[in-house]
């Protein structure tokens, strides 16, 4: 008889164990990309208008010496001329995490079976861009976005869709913290023999 009621013990404690409250899902937020209002629902395609239109010319011009020219930030793209004075040097890592409740609790959580996260899939993307004027650097900037989004037992977010909001997101904190310097930048290229510092 004990030996019952300590495996009915032992059920209800992983029973309650399961239906405790998930690890909420956070998402980092891509700069330049305001979520929609209930009111004004965006499409794909008007939130990318978005981002392009946010995109404006550097008062710079460089050649890019390291990197591949299709994946870059906008305003980089956007700067790139074969005879300018300057280079530029761009490198983006990706790095994947991953988070499971443990499926013992999700499979008898009641939970489960209509939709309760069951984990996350997240990517962290890191990016550094470096603008040389000879050897000399004129700027340094690095930046890094992490995008997470949940899964659960009737849909899972794909990886290649995590990774490009990642990247979208990294190439969005570099091209703002090139806005933010750019005067500082092309005083330094009109005045070549002037001490640049960041």
């Known amino acids: 008889m004990r030996r019952i009621f300590s495996l009915m013990g032992l059920l209800l404690a992983i029973f309650v164990a399961g239906c405790a409250p998930q690890q909420p899902y956070v998402a980092a937020p891509t700069i330049g990309n305001a979520p929609p209002t209930p009111n004004s629902p965006q ?20 050649r890019l010496v390291e990197g591949d020219p299709t994946e870059l930030p906008p305003a980089v793209a956007m700067a790139l001329a074969k005879d300018a004075p300057l280079t530029f040097s761009y490198r983006e890592e990706l790095t994947h995490d991953e988070y499971h409740i443990p499926m013992i609790l999700s499979a008898i959580d009641p939970a489960t079976y209509i939709g309760t ?14 603008i040389f004027q ?20 009737y ?9 490009r909001e990642a990247r979208e997101a990294v190439r969005n904190r570099i091209d703002q913290k090139l806005y933010d310097d750019a005067d500082r930048v092309a005083r330094g290229i009109a005045s070549p023999a002037a001490p640049v510092t960041e």
Request: hydrophobic share 30%; charged share 20%; net charge neutral.
């Open 43 to 62: 499409t794909q395609d008007q939130s990318v208008e978005t981002r392009s239109a946010a995109v404006r010319p550097l008062p710079y011009k460089g």
């Open 117 to 130: 996260p069951l984990g996350d899939y997240g990517v962290t993307a890191f990016a550094t861009l470096t």
């Open 134 to 153: 000879g050897n000399k650097v004129l700027g340094d900037y690095t930046a890094k976005a992490h995008v997470s989004k949940s899964y659960n037992l």
């Open 155 to 163: 849909h899972e977010p794909k990886h290649a869709e995590l990774d």
